[in-house]
């Protein structure tokens, strides 16, 4: 990937070995850019425009939890991930207090670190398009508050489907609109896996009206045939059979359909993006939950290890002392042997014990990769 299509992230740390670790964790998917301090990261964050930054929270001078404030203050909302080798409940709860978005303790793995990156900035990502859908969707209701005779039809049609569950709930939604408006329709949404559509009188469409309004998808975004009219967007197609012959009457309705039409289509696309970020989730909740049983199995052989060498070094000393009599050694000769497999089992053991913090990481992991209703 080229340096110009990569986003920008900021590291700010005083500690140039971290800069330079979190840097190798980074580098081939990001630009990624230092600072030292918290005075140098808000220079930094006003000339390079990062999507992203990385605070340490313990500096010499303004501190990280100062320094996200400050960046607050001055109205940057990209995501900060806090950095800090003291990892408790305190120190967490004070980094979100200062506004940041997550919280990685020292040291930590290279893939945690990227995974962690990126999933912020696509939290982010989403976060700043269903903010543009809400302002979309707020300032397309102004404009029909201003301009449209039927405008409150429409604008109780767009808060009826703000929070609209699914396809068939906006496909009655719409009916009842177009009802409202004093007018016959048969509808059809175009959905990612299908259709579903319905007649003026709310019933499912059969074959052949499904034909002629899959023909009629085909012919423009309005087209008009005697008491006729069409009127198509992306993922709808409006069919109205009673058109009045008034032309007044007859333009504001072509308006009004329009509009209603455009509202409709977008809001497929808002459940479309729902649906797809429901089902992400529990993508990501299933692999959660298989990763934390994977680890729980490997903790669980870890422990079975650790016995099954205790008594393999037990086993060993026992086999050897009673080999002792075939081979003719005098006993301090036998001592000394004993002597050095105690010794070396000893060490081993010391080892094991080292590796009780093993243990604990195994812990935290699979802890942290349970789902919250089981914790």
């Known amino acids: 990937m080229d ?10 740390d005083d500690d140039s070995i971290i800069c330079e670790v979190l840097n190798a964790a980074l580098d081939g998917e990001y630009n990624v850019i230092t600072a030292h ?6 220079s930094r964050v006003d000339e390079y425009k990062p999507v992203l930054i990385i605070l340490d929270i313990d500096m010499e001078g303004m501190n990280g939890y100062d320094t996200c404030i400050k960046l607050r203050a001055e109205q940057h909302t990209m995501p900060v991930i806090f950095l800090s080798s003291c990892d408790s409940l305190d120190e967490r709860l004070k980094a979100f207090d ?3 978005d997550d919280f990685l303790s020292k040291p930590t793995d290279n893939q945690i670190i990227l995974r962690k990156v990126q999933m912020a900035i696509q939290a982010k990502a989403a976060r700043d398009a269903l903010v543009c859908e809400k302002d979309s969707f707020e300032s397309m209701a102004m404009i029909f508050l201003d301009s449209m005779g039927e405008s409150g039809t429409l604008q109780n049609y767009t808060r009826a489907n703000f929070e609209c569950p699914d396809y068939k709930t906006l496909l009655d939604n719409t009916l009842q609109t177009t009802r409202h408006l004093g007018l016959e329709c048969h509808i059809q949404l175009r959905l990612p896996d299908g259709s579903i559509s319905c007649t003026p009188n709310g019933q499912t469409t059969g074959p052949l009206e499904e034909s002629i309004l899959t023909q009629a998808s085909t012919m423009g975004r309005l087209f008009q045939f005697k008491k006729r009219l069409v009127t198509n967007f992306e993922n709808i197609t409006i069919l109205i059979v009673n058109m009045p012959d008034n032309v007044e009457v007859a ?3 072509r308006d009004n359909i329009a ?3 455009e509202i409709a289509d977008a809001f497929v696309k808002s459940i479309t993006l729902r649906q797809r970020a429901q089902a992400s989730t529990e993508k990501i909740n299933r692999a959660n939950l298989s990763a934390g049983s994977a680890i729980e199995i490997l903790r669980q052989k870890y422990r079975a290890q650790q016995v099954e060498t ?15 009599i075939y081979l003719g050694l005098t006993d301090k000769q036998e001592q000394l042997v004993t002597d050095v497999m105690k010794k070396c089992s000893e060490r081993i053991l010391e080892l094991f014990e080292q590796s009780d913090e093993l243990e604990k990481q195994f812990s935290i992991i699979a802890d942290a990769l349970k789902p919250e209703s089981t914790k």
């Open 251 to 253: 333009g504001r309705i």
């Open 98 to 100: 200062a506004g940041g």
């Open 3 to 12: 340096i110009v299509d990569k986003k920008t992230v900021l590291i700010v």
């Open 37 to 42: 301090s918290g005075e140098e990261c808000l």
């Open 259 to 261: 509009i209603l039409a």
């Open 310 to 324: 205790r008594m393999l070094q037990h086993d060993l000393i026992e086999q050897v002392e009673k080999t002792y």
